[in-house]
């Protein structure tokens, strides 16, 4: 658990070790996304696999005093590949070159890179009024810059 202004950040994986997956399951089940409903399926049905199988882990974000998360987002590393012809400037071609090699067959750069696969505030019972979604998106990067000073890493999207 990490605590990012006055939320608790915590990882699946955790919580499943502390509390039991049966608890895990209750709080996804007190979790609704009318706007997407294809997230809020990803959720409560394949968020528990993906953390278990590491394909994907899934943090909840709950406000420090109360016990239901107000955002859910799923993390993973990604291979990001971009073209030679989409990077307009030296600088850029010189940063990107600090990470990895232009692939001459391909005329592109092939990185791993942090995916926000999923991120999605609760609006079971209004639950979505106590965070704003760049304090999600914060959340996220919080835990992804964390990441990148263990682990290292340079490169951050978000699915769209």
Not at 40 to 49: A, G, P, V, Y
Request: aromatic fraction near 12%.
């Amino acid at each position: 658990m990490l605590i990012y202004k006055q939320f608790r950040i915590e990882n699946m994986r955790t919580f499943i070790k502390d509390n039991g997956e049966q608890r895990v399951r209750e709080m996804l089940n007190n979790f609704s996304c009318p706007l997407n409903p294809g997230v809020e399926n990803f959720f409560k049905k394949n968020s528990i696999d993906f953390t278990k199988k590491s394909q994907s882990v899934t943090y909840f974000v709950i406000p420090i005093d109360e016990v239901v998360p107000v955002g859910l987002f799923a993390l993973t590393i990604k291979p990001l590949t971009i073209g030679i012809n989409n990077i307009k400037s030296n600088t850029q071609r010189k940063k990107i070159e600090r990470i990895c090699k232009l692939d001459e067959k391909t005329q592109s750069y092939t990185m791993a890179a942090y995916l926000i696969a999923q991120l999605r505030k609760n609006f079971y019972h209004g639950f979505n009024e106590k965070i704003s979604g760049d304090e999600l998106l914060d959340a996220a990067l919080y835990i992804i810059k964390n990441l990148q000073y263990q682990a290292g890493g340079m490169i951050v999207f978000v699915e769209t």
